[in-house]
């Protein structure tokens, strides 16, 4: 991790000590927690990782099994950690209101609760840039803009919840520091969101269409950069930074034309990208029409369309932020560029190739 570090961070160098360098990784198992926790072995840290379910095992790394709403589970698991990473989170395809209710909000107080109770000095939160999406344009948007009064679904609504209770819990007389990364789009080798989501559409022959003109710019980012991101806040976050109790935004800085990426993709794994375009306005009625269908006819049909009103604002509108927050305050520059993070990702995935 070759950067630039901001001047206060020089100038009061604090050699990184064993004991703070023991760490847990709550949703370890999952997508991004996985290359966290790999990072953080290579960077000599020692890592535990606690999360509902074991995906992989890791020499070196001790798994807890356990729900993050179970305080206990979380006590024994943060026995002697000092800096803690929360980036657990149900999907957001799930869309289910009691569950990122119980997990995003009531078991995020509870990790506050135990880091709190065992002694951790430095949490860690993985928010999302789309805290401040509403379905609407956002053009290099900063961290100063308010939250979205309307957030387009529950996954975002809690995650608002849960950035303001971690944000709000950062207390210096305590010891207890915080911070927050907002990725946008993350992708990458072993992600089980938007590439197989991607493919499954246009195996169904449902990528031919473009929403929109095509222009929209959208923020797509390479796991490693988020991953790059977060260890770069944990070691920046120290009683005297300014980093503290701060959301910041992590991207690739590389605005892409939303459809650009997607075809970049598929032409890669060997589809064809999509060609033909639908008005916006129409698409999104279509989508909210069907969601309304199939809310009233719940209780007969348990069909999940792959046009909601969410996704056709994700794939019709510009969403992409600024990360100079992150430059200046932490140093942060990303260290795969899009191409080549494009690249590794559809290498990653010879069994989603056409025709595999
Ligand atoms: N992927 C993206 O594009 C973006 C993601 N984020 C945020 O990044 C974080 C990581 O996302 P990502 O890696 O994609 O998600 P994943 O679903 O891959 O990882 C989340 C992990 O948390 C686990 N988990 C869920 N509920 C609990 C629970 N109650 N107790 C313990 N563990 C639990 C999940 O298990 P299980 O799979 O069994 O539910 C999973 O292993 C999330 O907070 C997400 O909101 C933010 C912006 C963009
Ligand atoms: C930048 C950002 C926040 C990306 C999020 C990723 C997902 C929301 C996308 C991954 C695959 C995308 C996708 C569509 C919408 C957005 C995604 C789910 C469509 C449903 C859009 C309409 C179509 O023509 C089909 C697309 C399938 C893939």
Known sequence: LHQTVPFWFISRPVSVSQSSKRCAVIGGSGFLGRHLVEKLQDRGYSVSVFDIRQ???????????????????????????????????????????????????????????????????????????????????????????????????????????QEKLVLEACDKQKGFLTVAIRPHGIFGPRDPQLVPIMVDAARRGKMKFIIGDGTNLVDFTFVENVVHGHILAAECLRPDSPICGKPYHITNDEPIRFWDFMSEMLVGLGYAAPRFHLPYGLVYSLALLLWLLTWILRPLLSFKPTFTPMRVALAGTHHYYSCERAKQDLGYRPVVSLKEGIARTVQSYPHLRHGA
């Open 55 to 161: 995906s992989y095992e890791l020499p070196g790394v001790t798994f807890h099994q356990g729900d993050l709403c179970d305080e206990q589970a979380l006590l024994s698991a943060l026995k002697d950690v000092s800096l803690v990473f929360h980036c657990a989170s149900p999907a957001p395809a799930s869309n289910d209101r009691a569950l990122f209710e119980r997990v995003n909000i009531q078991g995020t107080k509870t990790v506050i609760e135990a880091c709190i109770q065992a002694g951790v000095q430095k949490l860690v939160l993985t928010s999302s840039a789309s805290v401040v999406f509403e379905g609407t344009d956002i053009k290099n948007g900063r961290e100063d803009l308010p939250y979205a009064k309307k957030p387009i679904d529950y996954y975002t609504q809690t995650k608002i919840q």
